[in-house]
């Protein structure tokens, strides 16, 4: 349901669930860097992720090469919380929690039907209990976010599902949950989504359906799922790509589209889904966009942040190809050598690091 039809008494609870919640804990700057990711995101088992397309460590590997590299201090990442079913009623109805506890359910929204077969308690173990810590980190990074300016969520990014209904390996609607906490919790008002997963977003696009105070920007192949023409409605730039789009047109109508959305829109917070599913050879997104494209791709958004003063929160979403966590943590590493965001390794703090006005 979408928060300006919700009524009054469910508004009430909304705030208590986000008041009562831990997902929101203290972060103490000189202890740690706003990189958020746990050894728990990884969905492993049975071999069970052989069966998928995916693969289903990327995050793992992301913060490895960055650790390996020092690019990344270990010690200094940030947990985050496992949502729990209060937290996740936040945004999800009551029936839609409840339909996860079928396995089949899941099977289907994980794309991997073999898991239709197993017991809810080892789905709720292997693959829900991973997608609920990631829907933690998304949220307490929007927190990270406008305190140090920028955050980096090493997974999340579940931009098909919504309040009632899940897809597309989305179980949870991580981005609406941290938006809905951003507003009770940090008194933001202008969220901008930047939406770069190859795919559709339809699942925040859905929630927001009737909630002006989000600005989405979605860049993605129509050739391809979820093709949710009711979502589409709700898009303030709908950018359409053709399956075979390369890097110079992708960057192109990319810094087009955050032109316009700098002349109407000034966001407080800025969301960035940055699907790496954008990449050649993809079999999913079927787009041709290069390794270096995307680190081009990287750096587009985070200036456009920076310059607006918004706080960013980068999530990396969709892109489960072998070759996607090489190409993710060199993104990261670019953004460091930049100086668009500070990491141990060198990289001034951006500007963007100002609490907002
Ligand atoms: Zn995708």
Known sequence: MSTSLRSQEELAKQKQRIDASGLYFNVPPGDKDPIVYSPSYNISFLGMEKLHPFDSSKWGRVQKFLADEGVLNRKRIVEPVEATRDDLLVVHSEEYLDSLKCSSVVAQIAEVPPIALLPNFVVQWKVLKPFRKQVGG????????????????????????????????????????AIQFAYTRLGITRVMIIDLDAHQGNGHERDFMNDDRVYIVDLYNSDIYPWDHEAKRRMNQSVTLKSGTKTDQYLELLSQALKKAEAIFKPELVVYNAGSDILEGDPLGRLLVTPEGVKQRDEIVFQFAKDQHAPILMLTSGGYMKTSARVIADSITNLGAKGLISLPSGGSVSASCCALK
């Not at 931009?159 to 949870?172: I, K, L, N």
Request: proline fraction near 0%.
């Open 138 to 177: 998304t949220v307490l990074s929007a927190k990270l976010a406008k305190e140090r300016g920028w955050a980096i969520n090493i997974g999340g990014g579940f931009h098909h599902c919504c309040a009632t209904e899940g897809g597309g390996f989305c179980a949870h609607a991580d981005i609406s949950l």
